[in-house]
C-alpha cells in the first residue's frame, strides 16, 4: 500500500514537472515563430563588446552596458522591420585595472560630455533563413556614420511565457572618425549579442 502511495505521488509530481516545464522553454531557429510585434530589449540578457586593436599585435576587449533598446518586428516583411539600441559609454569595462575611469575620460571617450552611443537602423535586408544585415546611423562621440550589422538569428520562440528572439550582430567602424589619439588606428569591431522580449 505504502509503496503504491509513494509511485502514485511521483506519477503526479513527474507530470506536474513536465507540465510546468514544457511551455516554459520553447526555441527554435525558426524566425515565425517570434510574432509581429514591439519588443524590449533584454537588458539582463545583452552583452555589448569592443574589441579595439593594440598596437597591431592583438584586440583590447571592452564590454559595455546597454541602457535601453527597442525592435519593431514583423517576420513576414523584414524590410519593414525597426531597432534602437542606447549603450552607456561610462558603463566601459575592462580587466585592466584602472583603465576603465581612464577610458571614460576627456582623452579617450568624453563620457562626460558623451554619456551614450546610440545605433538607429535605417533598413533591414534577410539574406537567408537565419543572417541579414542591418543598416543605421551610429552616433558615438558626437559622430554619426552609417554602418552596417551582419546579423544572425540564435533563437526565436517563447520563454517563461513571452514571445522572445535573440541575435548576434556584428559591426566594424573606423576609429579616425571619433578623435581617439593617433595610436588607436584601423577598426574596431562591434559586437552584440542580445534577447529582445515582445511587450
Known amino acids: 500500500m505504502f509503496q503504491n502511495r509513494r509511485s502514485f505521488a511521483a506519477a503526479i ?7 510546468t516545464a514544457a511551455p516554459a522553454l520553447a526555441q527554435t531557429t525558426d524566425i515565425t515563430q517570434a510574432p509581429a ?3 524590449a530589449l533584454d537588458i539582463n540578457h545583452t552583452a555589448v563588446v569592443a574589441r579595439v586593436p593594440h ?4 584586440y583590447e576587449i571592452f ?11 514583423d517576420p513576414a516583411s523584414p524590410a519593414s522591420n525597426r531597432v534602437n539600441v542606447t549603450v552607456s559609454t ?3 569595462q575592462t580587466p585592466v585595472e584602472g583603465f576603465s575611469a581612464e577610458l571614460q ?3 579617450f571617450l568624453n563620457a562626460q560630455t558623451f554619456p551614450t552611443a ?9 539574406t537567408d533563413a537565419t543572417h541579414g544585415q542591418v543598416d543605421g546611423n551610429f552616433t558615438f562621440k558626437g559622430v554619426t556614420k ?18 522572445v528572439i535573440g541575435f548576434h550582430a556584428t559591426a566594424t567602424i573606423n576609429n579616425a572618425d571619433y578623435s581617439f589619439p593617433g595610436f588607436i588606428s584601423g577598426q574596431t569591431q562591434i559586437v552584440i549579442d542580445a534577447e529582445f522580449q515582445k511587450r
Open 118 to 126: 546610440t545605433f538607429v537602423s535605417t533598413a533591414f535586408r534577410q
Open 13 to 19: 509530481i513527474g507530470a506536474a514537472l513536465a507540465f
Open 63 to 73: 564590454r559595455f552596458t546597454p541602457t535601453a533598446g527597442e525592435l519593431i518586428w
Open 146 to 163: 552609417q554602418i552596417t550589422f551582419d546579423v544572425e538569428l540564435i533563437g526565436a520562440g517563447r520563454m517563461r511565457g513571452a514571445s
Open 37 to 39: 510585434g514591439t519588443y
Open 105 to 107: 575620460g576627456e582623452r
Open 90 to 92: 561610462t558603463s566601459i
Open 55 to 58: 598596437a597591431g599585435f592583438s
